[in-house]
């Protein structure tokens, strides 16, 4: 079946870039999302790509897709400690009628 | 102004127990969802509603029932409450359920069954 699989967690530097990776199994995902949650919060939509692009940047985020070895990374430039949250990556499919398959997080703590 | 907004925010009951989720979204979205966050912080779809008719019901059990009176509302009854279903129950909405369609969610329901 489906999976989505990322490293469980990151430490990063206030100032340095965070790159958080994804991989997935599923060949005909066609869309790719990355969320964020934050402590007794929801999740909240940071980015996403379809999987015919291979690159999408949005200010301080810039998402690679790597379609052919399945792999998703998020990258974070100037990572701040207000980034400190756990980020979750989720694909879809055509007609999967909003069923995310998402990966288990990756909490990421920014140290000053 | 809360987008997808659900009540309450904690909830604690015992076992045995019947109690329900109320969601209601305001971005004037077709679709919306149930998923389930357990201990681990692992996702879940449970549910998936498009204008107030069900879509997914994911192998989710009977003690679980979604209503949904309009595409701006979506609830979640439990009966027969058990330990077992101590999480985190997010409730979502997209456009249209299509891929391209992101979901939105709301804050969560830590639900605690003691």
């Known amino acids: 079946g489906e999976d989505v699989e990322q490293s469980l967690f990151l430490s990063v530097r206030e100032g340095d870039s965070s790159v958080i990776n994804c991989t997935y199994t599923?060949?005909?995902?066609?869309?790719l999302y990355w969320y964020k949650q934050e402590p007794g919060a929801g999740l909240q939509l940071l980015t996403y790509?379809?999987?015919?692009?291979d690159m999408k940047q949005d200010q301080r985020l810039t998402v690679l897709l790597n379609k052919k070895d399945k792999h998703l990374s998020l990258r974070i430039a100037d990572t701040q400690t207000g980034d400190s949250a756990i980020y979750f990556c989720?694909?879809?499919?055509?007609?999967?009628?909003?069923?995310?398959?998402f990966g288990a997080g990756t909490q990421v703590v920014v140290t000053p | 102004d809360t987008a997808v907004s659900q009540t309450p925010k904690y909830l604690v009951t015992q076992m045995g127990n019947d109690k329900s989720i109320k969601c209601e979204q305001n971005?004037?979205?077709?679709?919306m969802y149930w998923y389930k966050q357990d201990s681990k912080k692992f996702l879940k779809i449970m549910f998936s509603?498009?204008?107030?008719?069900?879509?997914i019901n994911e192998t989710v059990p009977n003690r679980f029932s979604p209503k949904s009176p309009d595409k701006a509302h979506l609830n979640l009854h439990i009966n027969s409450l058990e330990l077992g279903d101590s999480a985190v129950y997010f409730c979502?909405?997209?456009?249209?359920?299509?891929?391209?369609?992101?979901?939105?969610f709301g804050n969560g329901t830590r639900l605690t069954v003691t």
């Open positions: 599923d060949s005909s995902s066609t869309y």
């Open positions: 790509i379809f999987s015919n692009m």
């Open positions: 979502a909405s997209s456009q249209d359920g299509g891929d391209n369609s992101p979901l939105h």
């Open positions: 989720a694909e879809t499919t055509t007609d999967s009628w909003g069923k995310l398959q």
């Open positions: 509603y498009n204008n107030k008719e069900l879509i």
């Open positions: 971005l004037g979205h077709d679709t």
